[in-house]
């Protein structure tokens, strides 16, 4: 089945206002811009978005975020992303901090068709004990808080029950698909693209470089193509690099 669209418009063009969006990538590295900036363009509103982070204040789920777009996001950290901090602290924001560790297994746990699991992680920290500002009010103090989680003890240590999650639509972003949904992501842009893309209910790809089936071997699959439902090309010009480090020119003798 070839399941190359003509446009990252096309891809986006069934996401509805409010659907759940699982995003992969990790700060700026393996996220699928493209797709992200056919969703600006689509108006699509209301969005409840699972990723890692959320890109930058420009850039990535940044423009979704700056756009005023996105309602809830579920992710392990901030960031560098100011208009993140100030939507969250101000309430215009639902946030829900989950331990980075713990957002990768709900994910794959999701895709797996697991329902919750248990976990050390966060064990006798507010992460167990609930209270953890989700959404804040106008005037500072905490609307809504995380629940407490279930506990269990197993061969004398204690576990946290985390619920899987699953999405509506995922985003993802691969070096090389072929027509048939197989993909193969570039070193670290592997982070959470594969998770994120067996968690959705129907999968996007973004790719570098879209080939023909029988091309890629069947050991370079880093995900099949059963998860996949649409790919398209992606911008080669639609990259960035989140903070560039470089040493001192060295001083000649």
Known sequence: MDKVLDSPAD???DIPDGAVLAVGGFGLCGIPSTLIGALVDSGATG????????????????????AGRIA???????GENKEFARQYLSGELEVELTPQGTLAERLRAGGAGIPAFFTPAGVGTQVEEG???WRYAADGSVALASPPKEVREFGGRRYLLEE????????VRAEVADRHGNCVFHAA??????????AGRITLVEADRIVEPGELPPDAVHLPGVYVDRVVAADP??????RRTVRPALQEA
């Open 131 to 133: 209270g953890l500002p």
């Open 237 to 242: 010009g639609d990259r960035r690099i989140e």
């Open 11 to 13: 891809a986006v063009g």
């Open 47 to 66: 969005l409840r978005v699972v990723s890692n982070n959320c890109g930058v204040d420009d850039w990535g789920l940044g423009l979704l975020l700056r």
């Open 164 to 171: 899987a999650i699953t999405a509506d639509f995922t985003l």
């Open 72 to 78: 809830r996001m579920t992710s392990s950290y901030v």
């Open 189 to 198: 842009a592997r982070n959470f693209n594969p998770l994120c893309a067996a």
